[in-house]
């Protein structure tokens, strides 16, 4: 479906929060076979860190509603700047279910104090940015329904404000996958009891013990998920290996499915 995309090195889907931006950019990295970059990945607005990592990669689609204001700075020869449109009462109401409280800081990106900020970004975009973009494209959120990794209303109504696949979906990671922490998720640690928590917006926190602790250290980028179970069985050599497998799969599997962690190549 996005295939004709691949004619560019890095494509950025924009728009208002809520329009459909990192469902059809996961779309479009899985049609082009381009690495996927969440907004998490720069934590959200931050144009020094997406460009830091601009810097080492090539053939990435980049999902980032919040740093819409600034699209046009991402005209170039080798890039496309992706618009979602998606009607504006639906946007509402996908906003209000997730209790999305950030519509004042977004309007501030914009000099507004008041109005839609879904308004207030495609006004914008119509006005100043559309024609400074060498490549910008428009696509309709209902047109993704045609995708084959579209899921239908119905069974999203238990889907987290990130998630974009069903749990039957997400549970096949591969050995080779790399878990990372999301970036919107908060480590308290605890030294005095050995304990932790992890805290995520819209989620009920989760208690971790040591070694709770170690594994959530260990999601660091530098092992895949087969290195890092052989990693813990050796720390634990004297233990039920079948066990530990177990239990090692269901935390780090409870962990994503529920977006504290992510995965990333290497």
């Known amino acids: 479906m996005f295939e004709w995309l691949n004619q560019f090195s890095r494509i950025f889907v924009t728009g ?97 104090t008041k109005g839609n900020i879904a308004e207030i970004k495609y006004e914008y975009w119509e006005k100043h940015q559309k024609r400074k973009i060498k490549h910008s494209f428009e696509i309709e959120y209902e047109s993704l329904v045609h995708h084959p990794l579209w899921l239908p209303k119905e069974k999203r109504t238990s889907f987290s404000p990130d998630q974009t696949e069903n749990s039957a979906q997400k549970g096949a990671l591969p050995p080779d996958a790399i878990l990372v922490p999301a970036g919107d998720v908060l480590y308290h640690e605890n030294t005095e009891t050995e304990t932790a928590l992890l805290v995520k917006t819209n989620f009920p926190a989760k ?56 995965t990333r190549r290497r």
């Not at 594994?215 to 634990?236: M, Q, T, V």
Request: charged fraction near 30%; hydrophobic fraction near 35%; include cysteine.
């Open 207 to 262: 208690r971790l013990n040591s070694t709770g602790i170690w594994l959530w250290n260990s999601c660091d980028g530098s092992l895949n998920r087969k290195e890092l179970l052989d990693k813990f069985k050796a720390r634990y050599e004297k233990a039920n290996t079948g066990q530990i497998s177990r239990d090692v799969e269901a935390f780090l599997m409870d962990l994503w499915n529920n977006g504290f962690l992510k």
């Open 16 to 112: 208002p929060q809520r329009s459909g931006t990192r469902i059809c950019a996961r779309m479009i990295a899985h049609d082009t076979g381009y690495d996927y970059i969440d907004e998490t990945d720069f934590q959200y607005d931050s144009l020094y860190l997406l460009f830091s990592l601009l810097e080492k990669k090539e053939r990435v689609v980049i999902q980032c509603p919040v740093l819409c204001r600034y699209a046009h700075l991402f005209s170039e020869d080798r890039s496309a700047v992706v618009l979602m449109r998606r009607k504006i009462r639906e946007i509402f109401r996908s906003q209000k279910r997730i209790t999305w409280a950030w519509e004042w800081l977004e309007r501030d990106r914009y000099g507004r």
